[in-house]
Antibody, heavy 129, light 108 residues
């Protein structure tokens, strides 16, 4: 059973960068899955940040696209999130999540379906001076 | 972007009762690509249903999903004490992926 574990600083200053890592165990980052980041502000709902494939292909939420980047480190079996120029509105619990390996026609392409089968426990990030 | 509206915001029910949760999309969801998640306080969401009506691995059969187009429903046939939680729908028929605002199922 694959397990995901987020890590990173819990406090970031305004205008700074949120840098988080998701370690994958019990499975390979190079499997046929997309790897995702989802966040949840305190007391609010869920927001998809983006996804990355082991090849390095990415897709980001347009609402965050100008500030987000993701990367994969196959040697460490982990993937990462960078969110720049943060404000208090970026305060949230950040989750990493794995999509299923089941293929279907999605968004005009034959690819793994983008819902979330496995989740990390989440890591809280507060943006404050 | 597809906006998902969940109703009601809060559902107050007793154990053993039937829960019916609604998720309405601002436009038709392609191929009924809709999932449902359960989230308990301080925990990550858990996948319940995908493709509108398929139960995820290990999910009890009291949970069922239905619907197509822009209207979807999650039904919990008989509420167990562990079912009181917040439920979210998520569409993956269009990019970006979006979630509904959630329905809280609380003990009456």
């Amino acid at each position: 059973q694959v397990q995901l574990q987020e890590s990173g600083p819990g406090l970031v200053k305004p205008a700074g960068t949120v840098s988080l890592t998701c370690a994958v165990s019990g499975g390979s980052i190079s499997s046929t899955n997309w790897w995702n980041w989802v966040r949840q502000p305190p007391g609010k709902g869920l927001e998809w940040i983006g996804e990355i494939y082991h090849s390095g292909n990415t897709k980001y939420n347009p609402s965050l696209k100008s500030r987000v980047s993701m990367s994969v480190d196959k040697s460490k079996n982990q993937f990462s999130l960078n969110l720049i120029s943060v404000t208090a509105a970026d305060t949230a619990v950040y989750y990493c999540a794995r999509g299923p390996s089941r293929y279907a026609y999605v968004w005009g392409n034959y690819r793994p379906v983008p819902y979330f089968e496995n989740w990390g426990q989440g890591t809280p990030v507060t943006v404050s001076s | 972007e597809i906006v998902l509206t969940q109703s009601p915001g809060t559902l107050s029910l007793s154990p053993g009762e039937r829960a019916t949760l609604s998720c309405r999309a601002s436009q038709s969801v392609s191929s009924s690509y809709l999932a449902w998640y359960q989230q308990k306080p301080g925990r990550a969401p858990r996948l319940l249903i995908y493709d509108a009506s398929s139960r995820a691995t290990g999910i009890p059969d009291r949970f069922s999903g239905s619907g197509s187009g822009a209207d979807f429903t999650l039904t919990i046939s008989r509420l167990e004490p562990e079912d009181f939680a917040v439920y979210y729908c998520q569409q993956y028929g269009s990019s970006p992926l979006t979630f509904g605002g959630g329905t809280k199922v609380e003990i009456k």
